[in-house]
C-alpha cells in the first residue's frame, strides 16, 4: 500500500458539516430538510445519522475529485458504503466507552468528550478508505455491503421522524 498525505480537508469539511447538521432543524425552521438531516429529534440516533450524512457529502465529493483525476480504486463506492454503514456504531460505542466504566462526566466535560467522538468517527472512516478503495470483493460480499448501507439510509431517514425506544433517546 502506498502511503499517501492525511486529506485534512476531509476532516474538516466533514466535521464542518456535522456541525452543520447539527444546528440544520432550527436554522431552516424544522423543515423536512431539517428533520432528515439534523436534530428534529434529540437522540443518540439523530448524532449517528449527523455523522453519516456528514461522511456521505465528503465521499461524494471525493469520489468527483477522484474521478476527473482518474484515481478511483476499485472498490470505491463499496468502501464508502461500508465505512458508512459501520463507523456511527463505532463512534458510539466509543462515546459509551467512559459511561460504561462508571465515570459520569460534568456537562461541559461530556459535550468536549461527544465532540472528540465525533471527529474521531471522522478521521475513522478517513483511515479506513486507503484499506478499502483497491480491496478485493465478491459478489455476496458486495451484495452484503450494499444492504447494510441501504438499510442504514433507511433507519437514519426513518427514525429521523419517530425514534424507536430508549436506547436511542439520549437522556435530559
Known sequence: MQKTSFPWWKLIVGYLLYLFFHQ???????????????EGIES???HMKMLFFAYLV????DYIIQRQKGTLGTSFLFSRMLILAAVPWM???M???VEATGIVMPKYVDLTWALICTAFGIYFCIRLEESFDNMPLRTSTKAMILFAFATAFITYAGFAFRVPDNFFIAPE
Open 95 to 97: 462515546y459509551y466507552a
Open 24 to 38: 440544520i432543524y432550527d436554522l431552516t425552521g424544522g423543515s423536512l430538510i431539517g428533520v432528515i438531516l439534523g
Open 91 to 93: 463512534m458510539i460505542i
Open 44 to 46: 443518540v440516533y439523530a
Open 58 to 61: 465528503v465521499s461524494a465529493i
